[in-house]
């Protein structure tokens, strides 16, 4: 079948196929135990979950109450807390929509870190240009940790809303929640937290339960893409600002089920998957430090996600590093919101680095599948990829 002249049969792709994958923040494949679910739920278990007037609909109704148990249980909530979306952007603006309120008589006083995903950051925005909120930033030092003074005066200046994700999609520094969390309450605000690159991978059972707003993403976690969730104690979708949220929509099974499935996986082997993939992390960091000159590693190296590896190779174009892996490696120059962008990552700014370290800042980011073997082969390949930009900027003759 063809549609203007593109033929819609299935393209494959040997080279994508043979590529080591690294770019597991931008999104992960699904487990197969997910894609599995998934495929039931599509041709078997097909009913719609608001339709319970048969055995169909009362089939999909049971699947999706027990995935908000398994999405509850991930990160210490309550099933009745979980309100499933399309996605990360989808929770953010609902979650900030119901701060914002149908009937508030003045603009929603709004503090996040400048680190924040870029999603989180343009809905904010989008609020204060609208009248709806004033925000006020806190920021973060070159490690991208928060700088306490600043939340501090962020408090007691006044906020409704703070927003501090679990980790940053980046550089993967993350944040203490634990301390975060009550000192927020302590000031009257609540808090929104972005968990997308976190849940899983860092324990919420201490305070989870706490938090006003939780975000979390099924494509992050080896789910399907196009599933998401909001957790939450104190959303209602009557208090949405605005059209309100399409909570009587006919419900993605497939997707929520398989998003259920994904996080009872982490739940399980998150503990052992990390351990792993932190081991194979260091070693490929220290492979690559060893074997690029002035390499730089960026973030809070002692807090920072398992899978996550950001470094810099000092004025060498990451473009052209990357142009050169395309084929082999798959790795990133930043968040894949700003991929192909022309300026550099905000997230970078806001650590105060240095133009040619953000010039050459690549991110690293590793996953459930990746080998020891890939882990070796990777690296041979980043080595080769920066010596060849190197030398082609030197102006010198290479193999």
Not at 207 to 222: Q, R, T
Not at 251 to 262: S, T
Request: hydrophobic letters at 45%; proline letters at 3%.
């Amino acid at each position: 079948m063809t549609r203007a002249g593109f033929s819609l049969a299935k393209v494959s792709s040997p080279a994508a196929n043979e590529a080591i994958y690294l770019d597991h923040h931008a999104t992960t494949p699904v487990d197969t135990r997910v894609a599995n679910i998934v495929f039931d739920m599509m041709v078997s278990s097909f009913g719609n979950a608001n339709s319970v007037d048969h055995v169909f609909g009362e089939t999909a109704a049971a699947i999706v109450a027990d995935a908000k148990g398994r999405v509850a249980e991930l990160v210490g909530s309550e099933p009745d807390n979980v309100f499933f979306t399309s996605g990360s952007t989808e929770a953010i603006r609902l979650a900030i929509s119901h701060a914002i309120g149908p009937t508030r008589a003045s603009p929603l006083r709004i503090a996040l870190t400048r680190v924040e995903h870029q999603a989180l950051i343009d809905t904010a925005r989008l609020a204060e240009r609208l009248g709806l909120a004033v925000v006020t930033w806190i920021d973060v030092d070159d490690r991208a940790r928060l700088v306490s003074e600043s939340l501090h005066a962020a408090l007691e200046s006044g906020t409704d809303l703070v927003c501090v994700m679990a980790a940053n999609n980046e550089v993967g520094t993350i944040y203490p929640l634990g301390e975060i969390v009550p000192l927020v309450h302590r000031h009257d605000a609540a808090i929104l937290v972005d968990a997308t690159q976190a849940a899983g991978r860092i324990a919420f059972d201490a305070f989870g339960a706490d938090i006003d707003y939780l975000i979390l993403s099924g494509h992050k976690i080896y789910g399907p893409k196009g599933i998401g969730a909001l957790v939450s104690g104190v959303y209602e979708a009557s208090r949405v600002y605005g059209l309100g949220a399409t909570h009587d929509a006919t419900p993605n099974v497939p997707g929520i089920a398989g998003m259920g499935e994904a996080c009872r996986i982490m739940l399980s082997e998150g503990g052992d998957e990390t351990r792993r993939i932190a081991h194979m992390r260091d070693r490929l960091q220290t492979n690559l430090t060893r074997q690029i000159q002035d390499l730089v590693v960026n973030g809070d190296q002692e807090n920072r996600l398992a899978h996550n590896l950001h470094i810099s190779v000092p004025d060498t174009p990451n473009d052209l590093i990357i142009s050169r892996l395309r084929k082999k490696v798959a790795i990133s120059t930043g968040a894949a919101c700003m991929s192909g962008a022309q300026s550099s990552s905000h997230v970078l700014r806001a650590m105060s680095m240095e133009d040619g370290l953000q010039e050459g800042a690549l991110r690293i980011g590793l996953g459930r599948f990746t080998s020891e073997t890939d882990i070796e082969n990777a690296a041979a390949e980043i080595i080769e990829a920066v010596r060849d930009v190197q030398n082609a900027m030197a102006g010198k003759e290479y193999e």
